[in-house]
T-cell receptor, first 117, second 115 residues
């Protein structure tokens, strides 16, 4: 079946540095990618939606200059956390939507755990 | 805007007992409804989804859910739980798979299994 991968699966960085997380749809073309953030013992909160070749649409309260999203191709979206701070430590999950076979479908990636020291 | 409410934060059931996890949604049109399961430190796994048609939906791992429009509910059920079912369960609502629609998650219900 269709699969979505994320890289890296976990990352530790120093405060003030930038971190890039990749999300790939492995065997289907993702016309739309979603990025979610999940704090410990909480639900997934949608951060932004991006369509291939377009600027991302951010949810209210999400800083677009801090969380840069690029969806340059139909199989790859990246989330860059710029000037990361400890409060950005979280579990980041992407989701890819597109056509797999004859059906529109949506799959979630395995997540990336970010720890900012 | 759509929203999802999972009124139970934590539920404990005995192994072999039946299970029902509650989910209520708010959406102006016919919703697309989902149940996902997340084991600790892991990503999401889709258990089942409802788009249209038969209101009783069968999913993986012996789970089923029933869409009740009159009650705006989509409760998840399993007749006999196994210790491996212990996890976090999320109900979610979307507007379909058009590019503009989003999937919004409930706050989750943590399921513990009593031996």
């Amino acid at each position: 079946g269709a699969v979505v991968s994320q890289h890296p699966s976990w990352v530790i960085c120093k405060s003030g540095t930038s971190v890039k997380i990749e999300c790939r749809s492995l065997d289907f073309q993702a016309t739309t990618m979603f990025w979610y953030r999940q704090f410990p013992k909480q639900s997934l909160m949608l951060m932004a939606t991006s369509n291939e070749g377009s600027k991302a649409t951010y949810e209210q309260g999400v800083e677009k200059d801090k969380f840069l999203i690029n969806h340059a191709s139909l199989t790859l979206s990246t989330l860059t956390v710029t000037s990361a701070h400890p409060e950005d430590s979280s579990f980041y999950i992407c989701s890819a939507r597109g056509r797999a076979g004859y059906q529109e479908t949506q799959y979630f990636g395995p997540g990336t755990r970010l720890l900012v020291l | 805007a759509q929203s999802v409410t999972q009124p139970d934060i934590h539920i404990t059931v005995s192994e072999g007992a039946s299970l029902e996890l509650r989910c209520n949604y708010s959406y102006g049109a016919t919703p697309y409804l989902f149940w996902y399961v997340q084991s600790p430190g892991q990503g999401l796994q889709l258990l089942l989804k409802y788009f249209s048609g038969d209101t009783l939906v069968q999913g993986i791992k012996g789970f089923e859910a029933e869409f009740k429009r009159s009650q705006s509910s989509f409760n998840l059920r399993k007749p006999s739980v196994h210790w491996s079912d212990a996890a976090e369960y999320f109900c979610a609502v979307g507007a379909g798979y058009s590019s503009a629609s989003k999937i919004i998650f409930g706050s989750g219900t943590r399921l513990s299994i009593r031996p």
